[in-house]
């Protein structure tokens, strides 16, 4: 049973940084996996944040246009939590924040519908 839990969220005023975390438990694909990061606004559909690409000891972080630049995905030594730094943080960011997992199997999707397991959220409050 994958589970996956997010930590880290909260309230924040423009222009402050944030980092969540994603803990997971009990995938197998250790050496080639996607963990991604979505967010959903209310009222809006859910957006892809970035990712984390994981084939063996290669990594590769991937972002979204709106992000690029501020914000940053990095693992623990295992890849067992996964972060999702934010800094530079605007109003708009203001969103429940999920990170997701799939295996790896050859290219890591943004899409939200192609990712298998979801944590349960975070939610993230920007102040203008």
């Known amino acids: 049973q994958v589970r996956l839990v997010e930590s880290g969220g909260g309230s924040v005023q423009g222009g402050g940084s944030l980092k969540l975390s994603c803990s997971q438990s009990?995938?197998?694909?250790?050496?080639?996996?996607?963990m991604a990061w979505f967010r959903q606004a209310p009222g809006k559909e859910r957006e892809w944040v970035g990712t984390l690409d994981k084939v063996f000891n290669t990594r590769v972080t991937r972002f979204s246009k709106s992000v690029i630049g501020r914000f940053t995905i990095s693992g623990d030594s295992g890849d067992s939590t996964v972060f999702l730094e934010m800094s530079s943080l605007q109003p708009e960011d203001t969103a429940t924040y999920f990170c997701?997992?799939?295996?790896?199997?050859?290219?890591?999707?943004?899409?939200?519908?192609?990712?298998?397991?979801w944590g349960q959220g975070t939610q993230v409050i920007v102040s203008s």
């Open positions: 997701a997992t799939r295996r790896h199997d050859g290219n890591c999707p943004d899409s939200s519908s192609r990712y298998d397991y």
């Open positions: 009990g995938y197998i694909w250790r050496s080639a996996i996607c």
